[in-house]
């Protein structure tokens, strides 16, 4: 899995292909704009597309024009239990690929370096255990996205 830069990427020159930089920190207004869609994806996942996926309806709202979405299941870093995160990929390689929307404070991304057991569910399939991990190369990266 592909996550956001961290101490492992931060000697990339910025302008090396697929090299990630930093964003840069909200402040005001924008910050205010930015938790409260941060809130409102996290309720509209718990409450919408974590069942829709259960269900096995996931299949349905995707394309391969807009992409498709898959069920990542993470333990919890600090309760322990499952945690649900619909996310959109990519297969290449033989695995599948996301990105961590948030960076280095999406919820799903750090529970995996805490625990890179998970349980990933694609659309029209079962759920299949699997390991995540992060690719800090950039190389890979550019390929990627």
């Not at 938790?35 to 349905?60: E, K």
């Not at 945690?83 to 990519?90: M, N, V």
């Amino acid at each position: 899995m592909v996550g956001p830069p961290g101490a492992e990427g931060a000697g990339a020159m910025a302008d090396e292909p697929g090299a990630m930089t930093a964003p840069p920190r909200l402040t005001g207004v924008a910050k205010a704009i930015s938790d409260a869609s941060r809130t409102m994806f996290l309720y509209a996942n718990r409450y919408a597309m974590v069942p829709i996926h259960r269900a096995g309806l996931g299949a349905w709202f995707g394309s391969p024009f807009a992409g498709w979405q898959c069920l990542l299941t993470t333990t919890g870093r600090r309760s322990g239990l499952p945690r649900p995160a619909p996310l959109a990929y990519i297969v290449m390689d033989g695995a599948a690929w996301a990105l961590a929307g948030y960076g280095p404070n999406t919820h799903w991304y750090r529970n995996i370096l805490d625990e890179p057991r998970v349980e990933l569910r694609l659309p029209g399939r079962g759920s299949i255990a699997a390991i995540a991990e992060d690719v800090p190369d950039p190389e890979t990266r550019a390929r990627v996205i």
